[in-house]
């Protein structure tokens, strides 16, 4: 047993030493330009890969792909050849594992980067845009917090840089200025449209009773109807901002970026659209 444990602490010590060898030839030929380029876009990448792992809650399937490289280090460390050509294999075929397993993950990450965010912008920077968007957010927080008096059930999304066109086909195209009364009335429980969503896109009543995606996740509060599940599943797809009033409580609730926020007021909700969807701070 001491011949084992003194084989695998040499091993382990000439593999340190190859592994220090190794960077210490690698610090040599450090060039200050573009290998602090390198580390930076490397370091730049892993923030945004942990940031996108956390809001998907997919970190434990990370622990788990954690311990299984653990294992196999160990199977290395101790010769356990058995076990070393199992995990082997496995490991072989992980990056085809790890697309079927985080395939909904990456195309929501891929529809986000392709969603033309640059020409929205540009697109705000025009003086009247600017104006038909903070008209749009005022007649907004108006309608809510009539809908929210009333408790009557609501769900608004409002498109930002990332297309919703396919969310906009299941409902009925409106086309119309975003006006609080017309919101009130889309909302009426007995109005034909008032289980769904409207949308609000280019400061414009695009469509209504529209269908959203649910949300995947198993974490949501189990408290939660199916209207904060549809903001959330939303948010996941997408940077569109989603407010949601409960029918039960009165509630205003806002879902961006996979996360759900509760307990807006009138006045606090307005000030949130401002700086997410104007991208402005109000005094």
Same mark, same amino acid.
């Given at each position: 047993?001491?011949?084992? /444990?003194?084989?695998? +602490? *040499?091993?382990?010590?000439?593999?340190?030493?190859?592994?220090m060898? %190794?960077? #210490?030839? $690698?610090?040599?030929?450090?060039?200050?330009?573009?290998?602090?380029?390198?580390?930076?876009?490397?370091?730049?990448?892993?923030?945004?890969?942990?940031?996108?792992?956390?809001?998907?809650?997919?970190?434990t399937?990370?622990?788990?792909?954690?311990?299984?490289?653990?294992?196999?280090?160990?199977?290395?460390?101790?010769?356990?050849?058995?076990?070393?050509?199992?995990?082997?294999?496995?490991?072989?075929?992980?990056?085809?594992? /790890?697309?079927i397993l +985080? *395939?909904?993950?990456?195309?929501?990450?891929?529809?986000?980067?392709? %969603?033309? #965010?640059? $020409?929205s912008?540009?697109?705000?920077?025009?003086?009247?845009?600017?104006?038909?968007?903070?008209?749009?957010?005022?007649?907004?927080?108006?309608?809510?917090?009539?809908?929210?008096k009333?408790?009557?059930?609501?769900?608004?999304?409002?498109?930002?840089?990332?297309?919703?066109?396919?969310v906009?086909?299941?409902?009925?195209?409106?086309?119309?200025?975003?006006?609080?009364?017309?919101?009130?009335?889309?909302?009426?429980?007995?109005?034909?449209?008032?289980?769904?969503?409207?949308?609000?896109?280019?400061?414009?009543i695009?469509?209504?009773?529209?269908?959203?995606?649910?949300?995947?996740?198993?974490?949501?509060?189990?408290?939660?109807?199916?209207?904060?599940?549809?903001?959330?599943?939303?948010?996941?797809?997408?940077?569109?901002?989603v407010i949601?009033v409960?029918?039960?409580?009165?509630?205003?609730?806002?879902?961006?970026?996979?996360?759900?926020?509760?307990?807006?007021?009138?006045?606090?909700?307005?000030?949130?659209?401002?700086?997410?969807?104007?991208?402005?701070?109000?005094?």
């Open positions: 047993m001491n011949v084992l /444990l003194q084989f695998s +602490f *040499q091993r382990v010590a000439d593999q340190f030493s190859a592994f060898s %190794s960077a #210490a030839e $690698s610090f040599r030929n450090f060039s200050p330009l573009f290998d602090t380029l390198d580390i930076l876009l490397l370091a730049a990448l892993l923030y945004f890969l942990f940031r996108f792992v956390i809001s998907r809650k997919s970190h399937i990370l622990i788990g792909i954690g311990i299984g490289l653990l294992l196999y280090i160990v199977t290395l460390v101790f010769d356990l050849r058995g076990t070393n050509f199992i995990l082997d294999s496995v490991i072989r075929m992980g990056g085809l594992a /790890l697309l +985080f *395939q909904p993950e990456i195309r929501d990450a891929f529809e986000k980067i392709g %969603s033309g #965010a640059l $020409s912008i540009a697109s705000l920077g025009d003086r009247k845009k600017k104006e038909a968007v903070h008209s749009a957010i005022e007649q907004i927080c108006i309608a809510v917090a009539d809908l929210s009333t408790r009557t059930g609501a769900l608004i999304a409002i498109a930002r840089t990332t297309k919703i066109d396919d906009m086909q299941t409902g009925i195209t409106v086309n119309a200025d975003v006006n609080s009364f017309l919101l009130r009335n889309l909302f009426f429980h007995k109005a034909p449209l008032h289980d769904g969503a409207v949308i609000i896109d280019d400061a414009r695009a469509a209504a009773g529209c269908l959203l995606p649910l949300t995947r996740r198993s974490d949501v509060d189990s408290d939660l109807g199916t209207r904060h599940r549809a903001a959330i599943g939303l948010s996941e797809t997408s940077d569109a901002v949601v409960s029918e039960e409580t009165g509630i205003i609730s806002v879902a961006n970026d996979c996360t759900l926020t509760r307990n807006y007021t009138p006045e606090s909700l307005k000030t949130y659209l401002l700086q997410k969807v104007l991208r402005e701070h109000q005094d």
